[in-house]
Structures are given as C-alpha cells and as structure tokens.
Nanobody, 126 residues
Framework: QVRLVESGGGLVQPGGSLRLSCAAS????????VGWFRQAPGKEREGVSC????????YYLDSVKDRFTISRDNANNTVYLQMNSLEPEDTAVYYC???????????????????WGQGTQVTVSS
C-alpha cells in the first residue's frame, strides 16, 4: 500500500524551528520528486519547496528562502523540511506529495502530484 506520512508539526514561538518529515511506504521516494505544500485557513494550497528526482535540484517559495531547507534521506525513504526562523505567516497545515516528474520540480503544481500525506499542523505563535 502506497502511503506518505508527515510528522514533526506543532506549536512554536516566532523565531523557532521545526523539522517536518515525510516518510513513504509502499514505494521509493528516491525515484520521485517530492514537494511540500501548505494551506492556511481561507487560503489556497501553495507550494513551499520541492526536490527533483533527476538532479536533486530544489525550489523554494520566495518567502521561505534562506529559512527552509529540503533534503532527502534515501536510507530511510524520507524527505525532510527544516524550517528555521519561523514566522506567524508560516502557520498552516503542511502536506508532502510525491510523483514521477520529469522536469525541475518547480515547474509543477499540486495538481501534478498523485500521492499525498494527511498533513501536519504548524502553528507559529507567541
């Protein structure tokens, strides 16, 4: 059974850090592009970061550049999103998604991903 499970969300103060994990079972993340998306109440789902398959190239939303880092752990079939210097505007449900994407992952949107996790809540508040 193909499954993606996110973890690592929680409540953190502004300026704090969290590391989200996206663990896969039933298929290998190593051969798929992986994206992190988020959705805040009343807003559309937006792409936060992704990592490509063919060359490991990455994409970051402008507002998270230099604060968030995406990485692969092939041995554990997991992709991480390290989030530093968190801001209240980062509050959202964060989802990971995976699929076979031939081009740079930044060329694709949420509609291009077939496999999704259930989401993990990130709340940044004092």
């Amino acid at each position: 059974q193909v499954r993606l499970v996110e973890s690592g969300g929680g409540l953190v103060q502004p300026g704090g850090s969290l590391r989200l994990s996206c663990a896969a079972s039933g298929f290998s993340l190593n051969s798929r592009a992986v994206g992190w998306f988020r959705q805040a109440p009343g807003k559309e789902r937006e792409g936060v970061s992704c990592i490509s398959t063919h060359d490991g190239s990455t994409y970051y939303l402008d507002s998270v550049k230099d604060r968030f880092t995406i990485s692969r752990d092939n041995a554990n079939n997991t992709v991480y999103l390290q989030m530093n210097s968190l801001e209240p505007e980062d509050t959202a449900v964060y989802y990971c998604a995976a699929d076979l994407l031939a081009q740079w992952c930044g060329n694709y949107g949420p509609q291009d991903y077939s496999y999704w996790g259930q989401g993990t809540q990130v709340t940044v508040s004092s």
